[in-house]
C-alpha cells in the first residue's frame, strides 16, 4: 500500500489566488512527521513546512499553511495569494519514528502551475 | 540555515566507467546522509541511508555493489556509480540529517545529473 498518496498530478492556479494541494498518508507509527518540500525546475528540493504528529495545532509558515486531519490522515499544504514564483513540483513526505535518522517516504508529488 | 553541497552538478560519461558524486554538509554535522534517485517526472527514490564510520543501509533492490557510498566523515559522503550504463542516467540528490536539530528535516543537495552515453 502507497504510504504517501498525492492525487494531485497537476495543479493550476491564478495568480494571488489560494491552492491547495491534497496528501493522505498511511502509518501505524504514533510518531512521524509530516513534511512539504517544494522542487523548482532547478531541481534543488526546498524545505516549506513541517507538521508532526503530536502537534495539536496547524502548522504555518509564512504563505505556507498545512490543514493538518489526523483522524483522515491527510496533510493537505495550502498556499495562499499564489505567486508565479510558486509554480514548481512540490511533493509531500513523511517520516516515521522520533528521529532525524528515519527516511523520508515521498508522494509522486503535484505540479502546480501559476497562471497571471 | 544548513547548506548541503554536491558535486558535480552535472556530468557525462561513458559506459562501464565510474562517476563519483560527492555530498558535503557545509555549516554542519550530518550525522545521517540520504541518496535519492530521481527520474524526469517522477518522485525521489532512496536508495540508500548512511551514518558516519558505518555501512551503508541499501533500500530494497538498490544493488550495493554498483552503488558504493561511503560516509568517512561528518561533512561529507560519496556514492560512487560504479560500471555505468545508460539506464544509470538520472539525476541524484543527497540530503542530510542532523540529530537533535527539530524537527529533522532533511537538508538536501542540489542534486548532480548524470548522463550516461
Known amino acids: 500500500a502507497q504510504k504517501i498518496t498525492q492525487t494531485q498530478p497537476g495543479m493550476f492556479v491564478q495568480e494571488k489566488e489560494a491552492v491547495t494541494l491534497d496528501c493522505t498518508y498511511d502509518?501505524?507509527?504514533?510518531?512521524?512527521?509530516l513534511f512539504w518540500y517544494k522542487q523548482p525546475s532547478s531541481g534543488e528540493m526546498i524545505f516549506l513546512i513541517y507538521?508532526?504528529?503530536?502537534?495539536?495545532q496547524n502548522a504555518t509558515e509564512g504563505r505556507y499553511s498545512l490543514n493538518f486531519q489526523k483522524a483522515r490522515k491527510s496533510a493537505n499544504l495550502v498556499i495562499s495569494a499564489s505567486q508565479l514564483g510558486d509554480s514548481a513540483m512540490y511533493f509531500c513526505?513523511?517520516?516515521?519514528?522520533?528521529?532525524?535518522?528515519?527516511?523520508?517516504?515521498f508522494g509522486a508529488g503535484t505540479r502546480l502551475a501559476v497562471h497571471p | 540555515g544548513a547548506v548541503v553541497s554536491q558535486h558535480p552538478s552535472r556530468v557525462i560519461c561513458k559506459s562501464g566507467t565510474s562517476v563519483k558524486i560527492e555530498c558535503r554538509s557545509l555549516d554542519f554535522q550530518a550525522t545521517t546522509m540520504f541518496w535519492y534517485r530521481q527520474f524526469p517526472k517522477q518522485s525521489l527514490m532512496l536508495m540508500a541511508t548512511s551514518n558516519e564510520g558505518s555501512k551503508a543501509t541499501y533500500e530494497q533492490g538498490v544493488e550495493k555493489d554498483k552503488f558504493l557510498i561511503n560516509h568517512a566523515s561528518l561533512t561529507l559522503s560519496t556514492l560512487t556509480v560504479t560500471s555505468a550504463h545508460p539506464e544509470d542516467s538520472s539525476f541524484y540528490i543527497c540530503?542530510?540529517?542532523?540529530?537533535?536539530?527539530?524537527?529533522?528535516?532533511?537538508?538536501f543537495g542540489p542534486g548532480t545529473r548524470l548522463t550516461v552515453t
Open positions: 540530503s542530510a540529517s542532523v540529530t537533535g536539530r527539530f524537527p529533522y528535516e532533511q537538508y
Open positions: 513526505a513523511m517520516r516515521e519514528g522520533p528521529g532525524g535518522y528515519n527516511k523520508l517516504i
Open positions: 507538521q508532526g504528529s503530536y502537534d495539536q
Open positions: 502509518t501505524s507509527d504514533p510518531s512521524y512527521g
